[in-house]
């Protein structure tokens, strides 16, 4: 998988996802894009955008735990960085993407890779 955050900008089309007022700090918000089941997060007035697919099972992962930076996948277990997406405790061994997350007058935005 990859972290998209260290794309270069050129390749990423930013969507708009909701204005700011809609993501209190704490809070997460599901979204599609595309094909693509992303969550977003506000911790301590910082957004990070990860896949909502857990990599180890493909079931949901944005109803987990956080802890810190790490958010915890509610079925087994598994551990991922929220701002890279990166594995960080198995049954997970593969890491899941993680999205450029952007403020744009007021408007929560997400890059996605160019197709």
Known sequence: MFNYTTYPAD??????????LELPNGERL???????????????GQYFAISDICTHDDGPLGDGDIEGYHIICP????????????????????DIP??????????????IPKE
């Not at 993680?98 to 890059?111: E, K």
């Open 11 to 20: 390749q990423l089309d930013y969507v708009d996802i909701a204005p700011v």
């Open 30 to 44: 599901f979204v599609n894009v595309g094909d693509r089941s992303i969550v977003v997060f506000n911790i301590a």
């Open 75 to 94: 079925r087994h277990g598994a551990e991922f960085d929220i701002r890279t997406g990166r594995v960080m405790q198995m049954p997970a061994v593969v």
């Open 98 to 111: 993680a999205y450029p997350v952007r403020v744009v007058d007021g408007m929560i935005q997400i890059g």
